[in-house]
């Protein structure tokens, strides 16, 4: 039938049709889930009004992609999911987008109307357990257009509906009732003038500033704006891990080289829709000078002075506000100057700390370590890919060596610090990449234990023909893990739920071959022209997904930190 918006709808149909129309209606373009009971049809007749359907095989991995797809387009694709158990599986995608600020809408199947407090099967109280839960919940409706609005307006997040299983195959004739045109994008708000000022008087004195670039920017399409502020005024920049790409990790402003040092000693800083959580150390000494003056653009106010307290904060759309600050600098033109000794000291800091990664990556011993990989997987890798990344060491050391050179190309753990996102997330950017014809590669960058969460995505890759390249770091273990001798030697030693340390795994594990099952390439590395040889001959297939399964030595690890990125272990 046809979705044109305001049609009426005259013909007798389904109630999993009229929800498809609807979604449809919203300009949702993708779902991803699992079928069953009572939730099949809803699939089919998605597909039957034009949504593209992605069948996944973990409910977690499914909620992934859909969230990823609201960060990657601003606009919410549909999770779909049975009742009672496909739902709690599914929370932990839920709370990742919440916690990331991307919208997505899950549709949870649920017993029939008259089941209910019967002891249905798979009956589960969905509506008050995600509701107690803290996630924006929606009635079902002919229009969907409120779960929409809600997941995109404000602070985007994920939005429940939870349909009945008698309501999927009703059949009903809604003479007279038309789908609404989708809801508008979400209204755009300004800082007020009187605190811009205030910022351009507080930057102009600052004696050492530091812009830091967050998702929220990368997520709001801040990038142009971005780029002019940096370029006009001189003023050196941080992204957070996925703020990395809004401007090229290669700018000549850009001080990700020289992290510690720029956040322990500015005494301005500019946060463009990043967060003073723990992925910045909460804002407080000894990471922050204890003197330091906070501007922060943010859309939502209660994340204004969250930990430390702003010296000026400016509530709105990170895109809009930048043009504000920009037209004040138009203004009245100022600069920074780029012989300044605060760009002596980053630039200094930068040169020392490239010359220990290079002399780390520049090791020839065998097993590699993590630099020498990374190192000629950057060399190698096209400017233009998509980087997934998850893992401990993996994500952190990959973080500062492989480059982003453009916005929203780099997918991690995120906010929540969540590990099983990769395959999702890759996933859905292969999907999109194909819808949009660019050509461009998807390359999953995965720690062995990181793969572990949701390594049965190959398959769906493999079924979709996704091309993409799953790069594994095999260190045997979480964090670190032991060699093939030292494993025989544990088995001597007893039973190895009491012997082998909690972190490790299977040593030289042959992950590569989960994908030749299912039809895709897979290659084992152990050397650096293996490496070089299979990285070339993935990225040159473009019809198929590859798996390379690259060893390095389980006692690798990062250089030394002047202070401890995450959390502090006794390991």
Known sequence: SSTSAGRKVMEE???????????????????????????????MAAQAAGIKYVGMRNEQAACYAASAVGYLTGHPAVCLVVSGPGLIHALGGMANANMNCWPMIVIGGSSDRNQE????????????FVSSTHFEVCAVNPSQGKAVRSSIYGRPGACYIDIPGDMVNVLMVPR??????????????????????????????????????GKGAAYGRAEKEIRELVEVMGLPFLPTPMGKGVLPDDHPSCVSAARSRALLQADVVVLLGARLNWMLHFGFPPRFSPHVKVIQVDLCAEEL?????ATVALLG???????????SFRSDPWRYPSDSAWWVTLREKMASNAQISKRLALRTTLPMNYYTVFQHMAELLPRDCIIVSEGANTMDIGRTMLHNHYPRHRLDAGTFGTMGVGLGFAVAAAVLERSQQTGRR???????????????????????????????????????????????????MGELTTVAPPVTLLPEARYEQVMCAFGGRGYLVRTVEELRSALQQSLADIASPSILNV???????RKQQEFPWLTRSSL
């Open 13 to 43: 149909v389904t109630g999993a049709q009229i929800i498809a129309e609807a979604l449809k209606s919203q300009n949702v373009e993708y779902m991803f889930g699992i079928v069953g009971v009572p939730i099949i049809e809803v699939a």
């Open 176 to 213: 007279g009732f038309r789908f609404p045109s989708c809801c508008p994008p979400p209204p755009v708000s300004l800082a007020s003038s009187q605190e811009i000022a205030k910022a351009s008087r507080v930057l102009r004195e600052a004696q050492r500033p530091l812009l830091i670039i």
């Open 442 to 492: 998807v390359v999953c960058v995965e720690g062995d234990s990181a793969f572990g969460f949701s390594g049965m995505e190959v398959e769906t890759m493999c079924r979709y023909k996704l091309p993409v390249l799953i790069i594994i770091i095999n260190n045997n273990g979480i964090y670190s893990g032991v060699g093939p001798e030292t494993w025989r030697e544990m088995e001597k």
């Open 317 to 327: 759309d990170v895109r809009a506000v930048v043009g504000q600050l920009l037209q």
């Open 305 to 309: 002075s969250n930990n430390v307290r």
């Open 117 to 128: 407090t019967t002891g249905a099967f798979q009956e589960f109280p969905q509506v008050s």
């Open 551 to 557: 060893l390095i030595d389980p006692a690798s690890d």
